[in-house]
T-cell receptor, first 110, second 114 residues
Framework: GENVEQHPSTLSVQEGDSAVIKCTYSDSASNYFPWYKQELGKRPQLIIDIRSNVGEKKDQRIAVTLNKTAKHFSLHITETQPEDSAVYFCAASKRNKLSFGAGTTVTVRA | DTAVSQTPKYLVTQMGNDKSIKCEQNLGHDTMYWYKQDSKKFLKIMFSYNNKELIINETVPNRFSPKSPDKAHLNLHINSLELGDSAVYFC?????????????FGPGTRLTVT
């Protein structure tokens, strides 16, 4: 099955700085890579996704890059704000199944 | 206008009991999922249904039995509850099968087994 590794497990950044989370996956057949944000006590919500035929995608302060050859993808958050504090999960999808990384707890310091 | 709803939100019960969690979505999606999130926040898929048919059945004890009476509902019944079943259970839905679509999660059910 698919194995998704996510680093770092915790990340503390100063407000206004950038945050980067990296994930690797094991199965080259995976073709969809979403990122979910989960605030404390809330449900996971999709913030951005990328498909295997695209190398980069950006949505305002959030960007995702995908390197299919190396089987890794990254989330970049610029100009971080306190409301960006949450747990972020990467995931890789093969056929019907999403496999999630272990999550990164991001804390934005004011 | 809730998209994916679950009941109950909290469930506290004793070992050995049987309990059910209900999930409903009003998004018109045809694929629904159950996930388990453990105390370390790890999210793992348990089951997936497409048009009431089981399409994913992970290595889950057979004490867990999902049931999908129609496309909009996916319930989870758990027999003989154990301490290790304590977790947050999330229902989710997506348009289409194939894992290529955004999954919309419900609010979660926090199950505590004592």
């Amino acid at each position: 099955g698919e194995n998704v590794e996510q680093h770092p497990s915790t990340l503390s950044v100063q407000e206004g700085d950038s945050a980067v989370i990296k994930c690797t996956y094991s199965d080259s057949a995976s073709n969809y890579f979403p990122w979910y944000k989960q605030e404390l006590g809330k449900r996971p919500q999709l913030i951005i996704d990328i498909r295997s035929n695209v190398g980069e995608k950006k949505d305002q302060r959030i960007a995702v890059t995908l390197n299919k050859t190396a089987k890794h993808f990254s989330l970049h958050i610029t100009e971080t704000q306190p409301e960006d504090s949450a747990v972020y999960f990467c995931a890789a999808s093969k056929r019907n199944k999403l496999s999630f990384g272990a999550g990164t707890t991001v804390t934005v310091r004011a | 206008d809730t998209a994916v709803s679950q009941t109950p939100k909290y469930l506290v019960t004793q070992m050995g009991n049987d309990k059910s969690i209900k999930c409903e979505q009003n998004l018109g999606h045809d694929t629904m999922y159950w996930y388990k999130q453990d105390s370390k926040k790890f999210l793992k898929i348990m089951f997936s249904y497409n048009n009431k048919e089981l399409i994913i059945n992970e290595t889950v004890p057979n004490r867990f039995s999902p049931k999908s009476p129609d496309k909009a509902h996916l319930n989870l019944h758990i027999n003989s509850l154990e301490l290790g079943d304590s977790a947050v259970y999330f229902c989710a839905s997506s348009q289409g099968v194939g894992g290529l679509y955004e999954q919309y999660f419900g609010p979660g059910t926090r199950l505590t087994v004592t």
